[in-house]
Structure formats: structure tokens, C-alpha cells
């Protein structure tokens, strides 16, 4: 039997240990030692509250930027250099980016201009040397 407690978490996400408080979390409760029972729900609820308080893009809004943008799962993670099976996870809610993967994400659905530059294999093998090479 489920019932909405107020949960203060603490996960550990991309190397750190981060501390929130979810005031609706709908979780089993066990009759007998009245803990809570952490279920795959109870998880995704969580998850969702640390996507949320870490302000990373949801599952939903990647997949309404690749819409936007024209572009596959699979030709998006080539551009970005990530396995298709990494944004696959992401999409599914089965893991969560890291806050450098989602800062990469947001520039590659806002700007056109990173879109071009990022390319996958046909990537300029220079790209981001020219001041070097200079």
C-alpha cells in the first residue's frame, strides 16, 4: 500500500553527494517496521526530484529537441561522440547525464553553429586547435 511521505534524500550523482527533500514521494510502507520499501517507482521518483533539483534536461525535453532538430537517438549520439546505448539510457530514465554531458546537450540543441562543427567521423580533426596551431 502506497502512501505520500516527505523524503529527504541524499544520492550521489557525477562524483558528489547531493542532499534535496521530495514532499510527495508515493512509496510503500512496510506494515510491521513502517520503513519505507524503495521500488522501481519509488526510484524513478527520485531520480525525476534529482533531475529536477540538479536543473538537467528530462528525457522529454531531449527527445523534443531531436524532434525539433530533425535528428535521430542514433545520428545525435554519433555527432556528440557518445554511444547510441548512453543516450538510450538517458531516454529511457535509466541513468542520468552528468552536468558536463547535459551543458554539451543544451549547446548542441540551441545552436545550429555546434550542430555544423560536431559532425562525428566527419568531424574536423582540428576543431577547437586553430589558436593552437596559430
Known amino acids: 500500500e502506497a502512501t505520500v511521505i516527505l523524503y529527504d534524500a ?69 555527432r556528440l561522440g557518445i554511444a547510441e546505448a548512453t543516450f538510450s539510457r538517458w531516454l529511457n530514465e535509466m541513468q542520468i547525464q552528468t552536468r558536463a554531458m547535459d551543458n554539451l546537450l543544451r549547446a548542441f540543441f540551441a545552436f545550429p553553429e555546434v550542430r555544423s562543427a560536431l559532425r562525428g567521423k566527419a568531424q574536423d580533426p582540428h576543431l577547437g586547435t586553430a589558436d593552437i596551431l596559430n
Not at 514521494?25 to 527520485?46: F, G, Y
Request: proline share 4%.
Open 10 to 78: 541524499e544520492v550521489r550523482h557525477d562524483g558528489r553527494f547531493f542532499t534535496f527533500t521530495i514532499p510527495n514521494l508515493e512509496a510503500p510502507v512496510c506494515r510491521s517496521c513502517k520503513k519505507m520499501v524503495v521500488t522501481e517507482n519509488v526510484d524513478d521518483q527520485i531520480n525525476a526530484a534529482l533531475r529536477s533539483h540538479l536543473h538537467l534536461l528530462t528525457p522529454d525535453e531531449m527527445r523534443a529537441a531531436l524532434k525539433r532538430i530533425g535528428l535521430s537517438q542514433k545520428e545525435a549520439a554519433e
